[in-house]
Antibody, heavy 119, light 108 residues
Framework: EVQLLESGGGLVQPGGSLRLSCAVSGFTFTNYAMSWVRQAPGKGLEWVSAISGSGAATYYTDSLKGRFTISRDNSKNTLYLQMNSLRAEDTAVYYC????????????WGQGTLVTVSS | EIVLTQSPGTLSLSPGERATLSCRASQSVRSRYLAWYWQKPGQAPRLLIYGASSRATGIPDRFSGSGSGTDFTLTISRLEPEDFAVYYCQQYSSSPLTFGGGTKVEIK
């Protein structure tokens, strides 16, 4: 059974940093690209970042302007999202998602972790 | 960036009725690289349709997707109580990956 379990969310002050983790199981992690998708309270879905199976290639939505960094540790079956210089508009539930066969759509989603940026 | 516009924003229907949801792209989505997801309150989204018309594993055949180019449709032939949710389309034709704003299907 595929499982994606996010952790690391919480309350952080504007300008602060946070690192999200996503522990996966149930599939061969290194074979699949992964992404982070976020959802602001009461809003729609926004793709944030993606990483190839090997970790060699990374992609970001333009609005992040280098504040976020995606990475993965294939030996630990874990995906990460380092978030720096956080702003109020980064407040959202962050979902870890598995990409199906390097296609660009997502066949499994984690339950999400809430990040709240507020003073 | 491909902008996806979903309509209507809200669809009020009764169980047993047919639902037709639209997803329009600002530019052509190549190779029908369009997916649909559904999301129930408090839950993560789940994959419904990929490749514009292929149902994901375990999705009942009352759900069907169609379209190409810039116009795509998700049809639910007969609404079941568990189908009332928010539906999102997503294109994976080009980066950045983008989602539509969603259509809420609510009980009338």
């Amino acid at each position: 059974e595929v499982q994606l379990l996010e952790s690391g969310g919480g309350l952080v002050q504007p300008g602060g940093s946070l690192r999200l983790s996503c522990a996966v199981s149930g599939f061969t992690f290194t074979n699949y690209a992964m992404s982070w998708v976020r959802q602001a309270p009461g809003k729609g879905l926004e793709w944030v970042s993606a990483i190839s199976g090997s970790g060699a290639a990374t992609y970001y939505t333009d609005s992040l302007k280098g504040r976020f960094t995606i990475s993965r540790d294939n030996s630990k079956n874990t995906l990460y999202l380092q978030m720096n210089s956080l702003r109020a508009e980064d407040t959202a539930v962050y979902y870890c998602v598995k990409e199906r066969q390097s296609t660009g759509y997502f066949d499994y989603w984690g339950q999400g972790t809430l990040v709240t940026v507020s003073s | 960036e491909i902008v996806l516009t979903q309509s209507p924003g809200t669809l009020s229907l009764s169980p047993g009725e047919r639902a037709t949801l639209s997803c329009r792209a600002s530019q052509s989505v190549r190779s029908r690289y369009l997916a649909w997801y559904w999301q129930k309150p408090g839950q993560a989204p789940r994959l419904l349709i990929y490749g514009a018309s292929s149902r994901a594993t375990g999705i009942p055949d009352r759900f069907s997707g169609s379209g190409s180019g810039t116009d795509f449709t998700l049809t639910i032939s007969r609404l079941e109580p568990e189908d009332f949710a928010v539906y999102y389309c997503q294109q994976y034709s080009s980066s950045p990956l983008t989602f539509g704003g969603g259509t809420k299907v609510e009980i009338k």
